[in-house]
């Protein structure tokens, strides 16, 4: 058509962009190196966070350790029967042995059979020191050109409980002079770390933890806990006793002797403890523990006992006496203080001062809740926190069963001038050292 102009269209072609390999390259790899970096955040916060939740679904159990406190029987406690039934017992005794001396007999035994007695001490002590395990003691000392060192010093422990998570030792602390880091080796002498678990200051006796976890598996089958037997009786005096652990200050030491007697007493605040005497030698640093020949452990050897007796002869705290103080131990716990000082009313005083049979206070420590309270020197104790008190040993396991900051009854027999009367008055407990 005329005067139509004819109009030519443009045509575009879009074409891809080329690919970029390099920035493809960038890209990928950066995605891969958060990916990484993701999965190890993930991992790392799983790692850290996984035993706080599996702690608090599954709490460990830990067993609590108790070594209850041996009855007395009826035949210890002190009153005008039992005195008399005493007498009657000790004059049986003796026609017994009047008819042992006129029968003749005797025994005699031969060198080989006094050899083979020490054999068999020797492989009985052996198998006993299964339950023994040496405690060192770490500390840093300055030297003359102010550098620091380390120290080790070591005491015989026993192996006295296992809680489900650690292996409770008890030693002597007095050989390890103030260290800051403890180690244990076993029977096997494989060692791990350790920590103090508790300590008494009166008697020096503390416990040391190894956790079970830290133990190779041949060590916790290897290891043994000991029999705790019994220290009371008249029997014990006079009977066959080995001595273990480190009797002459060297791991691995022995020594055989007899129970001289168990009438001594270590007295401190609150608690009287009976000890044992032997005819053994002894050393400055004397450690272990004493057992008799059916692998009791009836004696724990510290320095107080030593001192306080015999320098030159082992002596041990009765095991009996000291139970209860070593389950607290085991368990962390702290012993109430009250703060007297004294002994048990004996027969003779009792007859010829007219003193009613419990605990004479010989002294009240100053500033301590039983002064306080008002208990005063003479008084006699006969029953504290509801138990009945008859000796001291049974008035040390009454306070031993309270929490310190608690409040108890305490009753007691004060002299008026002209006879005894009965006192009741509360005292609230401190906390011993």
Not at 10 to 37: D, H, S
Not at 65 to 83: C, G, R
Not at 213 to 240: F, Q
Request: with cysteine; charged share 25%; hydrophobic share 40%.
């Amino acid at each position: 058509m005329k005067g139509r102009e004819e109009y030519s269209f443009v045509r575009e072609t879009v074409k891809n962009r080329p690919i970029n390999k390099k920035k493809l390259f960038r890209r990928t790899m950066t995605t891969v190196i958060f990916a990484v970096v993701f999965g190890l955040v993930a991992c790392l916060t799983f790692i850290l966070i996984e035993p706080v939740i599996n702690r608090a679904m599954n709490p460990e159990e830990i067993t609590k350790v108790v070594f209850p406190e041996e009855e007395i029987s009826p035949d210890e406690i002190l009153t005008e029967e039992s005195v008399a039934q005493r007498e009657e017992s000790l004059q049986e005794v003796v026609e017994a042995a009047k008819e042992v001396v006129e029968s003749g007999q005797t025994q005699t035994s031969t060198i080989e059979a006094y050899q083979k007695m020490y054999a068999d001490f020797q492989a009985f002590a052996r198998e006993s020191e299964k339950s023994i395990a040496t405690v060192v003691g770490i500390s840093e000392q300055v030297d003359w050109f102010q550098g620091t060192m380390e120290n080790e010093n070591t005491t015989s422990g026993l192996i006295v409980a296992e809680n489900g998570k650690e292996v409770l030792i008890l030693a002597d602390a007095n050989n390890l002079h103030d260290a800051k880091e403890y180690r244990v080796s076993f029977c096997d002498k494989k060692s791990v770390d350790a920590k103090l678990k508790q300590r008494d200051t009166q008697t020096g006796l503390a416990v040391y933890a190894a956790k079970l976890s830290e133990m190779e598996e041949s060590t916790r089958e290897a290891i043994k806990i000991a029999t705790l037997g019994s220290s009371t009786g008249e029997s014990v005096v006079g009977s066959p006793v080995i001595a273990i652990g480190a009797p002459y200050g060297t791991s691995g030491s022995l020594s055989y002797g007899v129970v001289t007697s168990n009438g001594k007493k270590l007295s401190f605040a609150d608690a009287v403890y009976n000890m044992l005497t032997t005819d053994m030698g002894a050393v400055s640093n004397s450690s272990g523990v004493m057992i008799n020949l059916s692998g009791e452990v009836i004696g724990i050897i510290t320095q107080s006992a030593r001192t306080e007796v015999h320098a030159d002869a082992i002596s041990a705290l009765g095991i009996s006496d000291v139970k209860t103080l070593i389950a607290k131990l085991s368990n962390g716990e702290k012993r109430a203080y009250i703060g007297i000082k004294g002994m048990d009313v004996t027969e003779d005083a009792n007859r010829e001062t007219g003193v009613p049979y419990g605990v004479y206070v010989s002294e009240v420590l100053t500033d301590s809740p039983a002064m306080k309270a008002g208990v005063l020197n003479g008084d006699v104790i006969k029953g504290i926190a509801g138990h009945t008190v008859t000796s001291f040993r049974e008035f040390r396991a009454s306070v031993f069963s309270v929490e310190p900051g608690s409040i108890v009854e305490i009753q007691l027999m004060r002299f008026d001038g002209e006879e005894y009367k009965e006192l009741k008055m509360e005292i609230t407990t401190g906390e011993a050292e």
